[in-house]
């Protein structure tokens, strides 16, 4: 099994920063993808960022191009997102997910461990 713990969500205002992280442990795997998604009230889940195994490999949904970065320090089993440039639409709770694979998926339902979700609320 596979824990994974975040931390760095709050409150912020439009503009602000923000670095999320999220610790993975449990069972390692050789080589794994580490992906932030996210979820506002009444809506689906939707991916924001995602890095392979290797980080050289990442992917970013269009709407946080250019303001977040995602790295990851395989040492440490931790990823984490650097979110610049706050908008209030950045608004939902971010959960990070893990799938035991080297190819960086958009689709929720492809990751099969996820961490418990930590709250990001930017006011206008």
């Known amino acids: 099994q596979v824990q994974l713990d975040e931390s760095g969500g709050g409150l912020v205002q439009a503009g602000d920063s923000l670095r999320l992280s999220c610790a993975a442990s449990g069972r390692t795997f050789s080589s794994y993808t580490m992906a932030w998604f996210r979820q506002a009230p009444g809506k689906e889940r939707e991916f924001v960022a995602g890095?392979?195994?290797?980080?050289?490999?990442?992917s970013y949904a269009d709407s946080v191009k250019g303001r977040f970065t995602i790295s990851r320090d395989n040492a440490k089993n931790t990823v984490y997102l650097q979110m610049n440039s706050l908008k209030p639409e950045d608004t939902a709770v971010y959960y990070c997910a893990v799938r035991p694979s080297m190819a960086v998926i958009t689709t929720a339902r492809r990751y099969d461990y996820w961490g418990q979700g930590t709250q990001v609320t930017v006011s206008s």
């Open positions: 890095i392979g195994w290797s980080a050289g490999a990442t």
